[in-house]
């Protein structure tokens, strides 16, 4: 089992930046592969970052590619997303969620373990 908890979400402008933090406890966090998912209201929940064990290939969705930065500390259990640029269709609940295994995958069903999620809202 892995427990996961978000932090870092608030309330920005367009331009602005926020960096989340999710920090995980349990079984062996260097295990994982993580990542990030967002949903926004009345959307499904959709893939935003992912991050193999090591912290090498991270994989980003197009819509935030250039502007979204995913990192780990495997030292500090966390795993991060830097956020930068944002835009108001940034807006969403964004959650954590953690694959037990190397492989990296960018759909919801493929993620075991998920966090509460963090509020990022984007003004205008």
């Known amino acids: 089992q892995v427990q996961l908890v978000e932090s870092g979400g608030g309330l920005v402008q367009a331009g602005g930046s926020l960096r989340l933090s999710c920090a995980a406890s349990g079984r062996a966090f260097s295990h994982y592969a993580m990542g990030w998912f967002r949903q926004a209201p009345g959307k499904e929940r959709e893939f935003v970052a992912t991050?193999?064990?090591?912290?090498?290939?991270?994989y980003y969705a197009d819509s935030v590619k250039g502007r979204f930065t995913i990192s780990r500390d495997n030292a500090k259990n966390t795993v991060y997303l830097q956020m930068n640029s944002l835009k108001p269709e940034d807006t969403a609940v964004y959650y954590c969620?953690?694959?037990?295994?190397?492989?990296?995958?960018?759909?919801?069903?493929?993620?075991?373990?998920w966090g509460q999620g963090t509020q990022v809202t984007v003004s205008i």
């Open positions: 969620a953690a694959r037990d295994s190397i492989v990296l995958r960018t759909t919801t069903r493929e993620y075991s373990y």
């Open positions: 991050i193999g064990w090591s912290g090498s290939s991270p």
